[in-house]
């Protein structure tokens, strides 16, 4: 006596339809596009805070030239400690950033959905960079706008749609 599992393809299955083939099928073109955009935000993130430590020389002497204009003293050291402070503050926000966007991308391209969603916050946070005079900054909030766009697109969006269901019917547990 032979037995038989669940019959997935019967119209009276009460296990739903197969899952589908290949655990949600090929990835869109789309999804793979918004994910290379995201590695270069996070590349092109890591440049600027690469270049920003360059400039902490230039940030100095800008601060000492403003207080000057405005007419008010300082102390050359208060000036150093500002910079410094600014400067190890940027590092931080700049190497979170880098991180933020290669690891959400790599969750994004797996098929997790949700991930875009992170992927949107991110971006909506890098807008004010758009108000930049830096054509770097204003390139790395351009590059996860259209990686945005394309994760959010329909054929990105029932990718996803069939990643879930795949991944909700390799996790389901039938009855005996």
């Known amino acids: ?31 793979e596009i918004a994910f290379w955009l995201y590695i270069a935000t996070a590349a092109l993130t890591l440049l600027g805070t690469i270049i920003g430590l360059t400039q902490i020389d230039a940030a100095r002497e800008a601060a000492l030239r403003q207080l000057e204009a405005q007419g008010q003293a300082l102390d050359p050291a208060a000036i150093d400690g500002i910079v410094i402070v600014g400067v190890v503050i940027g590092v931080i926000i700049g190497v979170v950033f880098t991180v933020l966007w290669a690891l959400f991308a790599i969750f994004l391209r797996r098929g997790m959905g949700w991930a875009r969603w992170v992927l949107l916050a991110l971006t909506i946070l890098a807008l004010p960079g758009l108000f930049s005079t830096n054509v770097l900054s204003i390139i790395s909030v351009l590059l996860p706008v259209a990686a945005t ?8 969006t029932a990718w996803y749609r069939d990643m879930r269901a795949a991944k909700l019917a390799r996790n389901r547990t039938f009855p005996a």
């Open 1 to 31: 006596m032979s037995v038989q599992g669940p019959d997935f393809g019967s119209p009276s299955s009460p296990y739903g339809s197969p899952p589908p083939a290949g655990g949600g099928g090929k990835r869109p073109t789309t999804v």
């Open 149 to 156: 766009v394309l994760a959010f697109l329909p054929q990105s």
